[in-house]
């Protein structure tokens, strides 16, 4: 939840407790009124009307009145507009609750990231290291194949010039023997 989501709730919240008390204020003002105008008609049984008098009261009475249905219609935009700000508050905790369930939603899946790429990396370099292993006892494999073929190659050249021409003899090592498939071929 940000800060202007937060400040916002709070400001809808103190405005609609402040609507309310103002309603709750007209709401004991209107029943002193009509409590007080109750206790003056019942009271005066006396009642004999006056032309004077009885133009005063309902004067008195039509002014009431408009107040009245002034208060009324205040009360009645008041409760328009508490409905409006419980449903705007309503709408603002859904909104809330559901950027709250996507981040904790969100949050798991970047903690899950690394075993994801770590997983699919392994699975990637499987079918690689397989091919490095093949690649790799191939090589041994041509590297022997080389050897024998190169002594048998010194061997067959020895034999064949030893017949013709003395050569001196040179002890058996890996580095003769290296020398040796490289001369040319007499």
Known sequence: MSQTDTSTIQALSTEVSKLRQELQLRDQLVQQLSQELFRLVKGNTNFMPQPEISELHLSQLQALREQLQAVEQQVTFYQEQITLRDAEIYQL?????????????????????????????????????????????????LQAELQSVSYRLALKTRNATHSGIDLPNFPRNTSSQSNISAMPNA
């Open 93 to 141: 905790r859904q909104s809330v609750q559901e950027l709250t369930d996507r981040s904790r939603m969100l949050e798991q899946v970047v903690q899950e990231l690394p075993q994801i790429y770590r997983r699919k990396f392994e699975e990637r370099m499987a079918p690689v290291r397989e091919k490095v292993a093949i690649l790799q006892r191939e090589n041994r494999q």
